[in-house]
């Protein structure tokens, strides 16, 4: 009798955790900048980047996801109707410029670079496509 008492205990705690969690994180999430490199150069990784950030945007239940390309700032990711309108323009070459220009101001925990990783600009996380 005594074990299902302190087993019954501990999985009341484990519950208890589980969703003390879930409201701490549900209130306090994080914010999360995506970029994707639309250069011409990156086009043949367009299906690729899609399923990439399809499969990020499943798992990120605690992050508040913005996005945008090299070109401009597109909104928060849950808004956009399609994620085609992501890959709309492919021209030009990705440029540090650029990206100071756009995202400079944003504030964000975390930047993500989608490209090909020809450019690693300081403080953002770049995921190569090749």
Known sequence: ????????ALILLQCLLWIGSHIYFTANKSEVLLVVDTSFSMKPDFPSVKNWIEDYEDSSRYKNVTIGTDKASLGPLPELASKDVIFRTSFGKLSEDNLKRLYSHVKADKKILLSDGSLEPKGWDVVAFQ
């Open 1 to 8: 009798m005594k074990f299902i008492k302190i087993f019954g």
